[in-house]
């Protein structure tokens, strides 16, 4: 049984950096069949995916347009987690950010796992 | 950018009714939907993957259909766990991203 566990602050001043970190048990972060994602969910925007690592012989990531110039996602192998980091965070950054395991199906990938959900607030 | 629509917003059931949900794409997305349910401070869970394939211990009142640009998730008689709000999902191969619908709240009627 896959489990996500997410870790981090839940308060973000303007203009800082957003980090959260998702622990991943019963799976790897390695996996050749998987992807570890970031998405967040607000009333304004809905569910919005921010982006994912994974391995494919080689570490790719792939950044939605919306985040791609502020986010980074990392891996760390020697833990079996990745991690989050969005900088530059305003209030419209506000939201419950999840983690998410994305399972390859045909040419497709679904969500099957998601960690717990972290509310980050942006506010001074 | 594919944009995904889903009707109605609420759709009021009664328990032990069946409910029809709609997804529609702007453009064709082929069979690459998923269908979520989301409960009150929880995460989304997946039902349906490939249009109409259940996941791992789905219940069978749940099922999906449609390609290209139009979805529907029936539920065939409602219960009681059922009432939530169920989102759509497509993947995109390139440029690689993920899109979600507005979702479709279900509701007790």
């Known amino acids: 049984q896959v489990q996500l566990q997410q870790s981090g602050p839940g308060l973000v001043k303007p203009s800082q950096t957003l980090s959260l970190t998702c622990a991943i048990s019963?799976?790897?972060?390695?996996?050749?069949?998987?992807?570890w994602n970031w998405i967040r969910q607000s009333p304004s925007r809905g569910l919005e995916w921010l982006g994912r690592?994974?391995?494919?012989?080689?570490?790719?990531?792939d950044y939605a347009v919306s985040v791609k110039s502020r986010i980074t996602i990392n891996p760390d192998t020697s833990k079996n987690q990745f991690s989050l980091q969005l900088n530059s965070v305003t209030p419209e950054d506000t939201a419950v950010y999840y983690c998410?395991?994305?399972?390859?199906?045909?040419?497709?990938?679904?969500?099957?796992?998601w960690g717990q959900g972290t509310l980050v607030t942006v506010s001074s | 950018e594919i944009v995904m629509t889903q009707s109605p917003a609420t759709l009021s059931v009664s328990p032990g009714e069946r409910a029809t949900l709609s997804c529609r794409a702007s453009?064709?997305?082929?069979?690459?939907l998923a269908w979520y349910q989301q409960k009150p401070g929880q995460a989304p869970r997946l039902l349906i993957y490939g249009a109409s394939t259940r996941a791992t211990g789905i219940p069978a009142r749940f099922s999906g259909s449609g390609s290209g640009t139009e979805f529907t998730l029936t539920i065939s008689s409602l219960q009681s766990e059922d009432f939530a709000v169920y989102y759509c999902q497509q993947y995109n191969n390139w440029p690689p991203i993920f899109t979600f619908g507005p979702g479709t709240k279900v509701d007790i009627k």
């Open positions: 690592t994974y391995y494919r012989s080689k570490w790719y990531n």
């Open positions: 453009q064709s997305v082929s069979s690459n």
């Open positions: 019963g799976d790897s972060v390695s996996s050749n069949s998987a992807a």
């Open positions: 998410a395991r994305a399972l390859n199906w045909g040419a497709a990938y679904y969500f099957d796992y």
